[in-house]
């Protein structure tokens, strides 16, 4: 599952009503340390566990290699989308309670930005949203991963860019 899809909707429909970006989560996901896993460096572990003999038979957790706190990414996200965001600590509230009854303007931003058709739920998996912010962050290492010669890593802050940047050029989210 991927959160970003999820936060580049909301942003987006922040920012065509008109209203501060404010962060769904808990206190505890607003301030405490996460982790998170690049895609492409999920895919280059998982190629050299099935190529390196060292790494047979074994399981391995995947993340990026750093922490980040939400509080610092919730202002990045909002610059990603020029909207205005609200530095509150957690509001809190349920995003699938607050992306119901927003498909119509999800479908609005599409033909205004001339994006590719998608729903609403298409892009935006709110469930997953309110799954990881939520609660308490979850930590694992990449130890065992080093131990055994995998040493890739991404800067969380920099893929979130990325990421955000790569559905945008796909025209998936204006």
Not at 45 to 67: L, T
Not at 124 to 141: A, H, Q, T, Y
Not at 151 to 174: E, H, Q, T
Request: charged fraction near 25%; glycine fraction near 10%; charge should be negative.
């Amino acid at each position: 599952m991927n959160i970003i899809g999820g936060l580049c909707v909301y942003a987006a429909i922040c920012k065509h009503e008109g209203v501060p970006l404010k962060f769904p989560g808990c206190k505890a996901a607003w301030d405490g340390y996460s982790a998170a896993s690049d895609a492409d460096l999920i895919a280059e572990q998982h190629i050299w566990a099935a190529v390196d003999p060292y790494a047979k038979n074994e399981a391995f957790n995947c993340n990026n290699g750093d922490v980040f706190k939400w509080k610092q990414l919730w202002k990045v996200l909002a610059e990603q989308f020029e909207v205005e965001y609200d530095e509150a600590e957690g509001g809190g509230f349920s995003m699938v309670e607050a992306m119901k009854g927003k498909g119509q303007v999800w479908e609005e931003i599409v033909r205004e930005n001339e994006l590719v058709e998608t729903k609403l739920e298409e892009v935006g998996v709110s469930w997953f949203v309110d799954l990881v912010l939520g609660g308490e962050p979850v930590l694992d290492s990449m130890n065992k991963s080093k131990e055994h010669g995998f040493l890739g890593f991404r800067n969380s802050k920099n893929a979130f860019v990325s990421w955000i940047d790569k559905i945008k050029a796909y025209k998936i989210v204006p």
